[in-house]
Nanobody, 124 residues
């Protein structure tokens, strides 16, 4: 069992930055791939980024490539999402998720554990 708690969301002006963190409790954090997803009002949840277990390979959604960076600190059982050059379209609730079933999963159904989410609001 893994419990995930996100933090770091907030209100920021367009062009600003935020760093989200997701702290995991439970065993064997290093064996999980960790993903970030987001859901904007009235829209479906969408994949943002993922970092694998082991090598720490990453994948990122095209629309945030070059602006968002995912990383993990296995000693702290934490995964981060650094978000730069934020745009109003990035406004959403951001969720972290954990899975052992896929290496670089982009589909939410492939994840077994989810956090409660943290709100990110980008004003224009």
């Amino acid at each position: 069992q893994v419990q995930l708690v996100e933090s770091g969301g907030g209100l920021v002006q367009a062009g600003g930055s935020l760093r989200l963190a997701c702290a995991a409790s439970g065993r064997d954090f290093v064996t999980y791939s960790m993903g970030w997803f987001r859901q904007a009002p009235g829209k479906e949840r969408e994949f943002v980024s993922v970092i694998s277990w082991g090598s720490g390979s990453t994948k990122v959604k095209d629309s945030v490539k070059g602006r968002f960076t995912i990383s993990r600190d296995n000693a702290k059982n934490t995964v981060y999402l650094q978000m730069n050059s934020l745009k109003p379209d990035d406004t959403a609730v951001y969720y972290c998720a954990a899975t052992r079933r896929v290496y670089l999963g982009t589909v939410g159904d492939h994840y077994d554990y989810w956090g409660q989410g943290t709100q990110v609001t980008v004003s224009s």
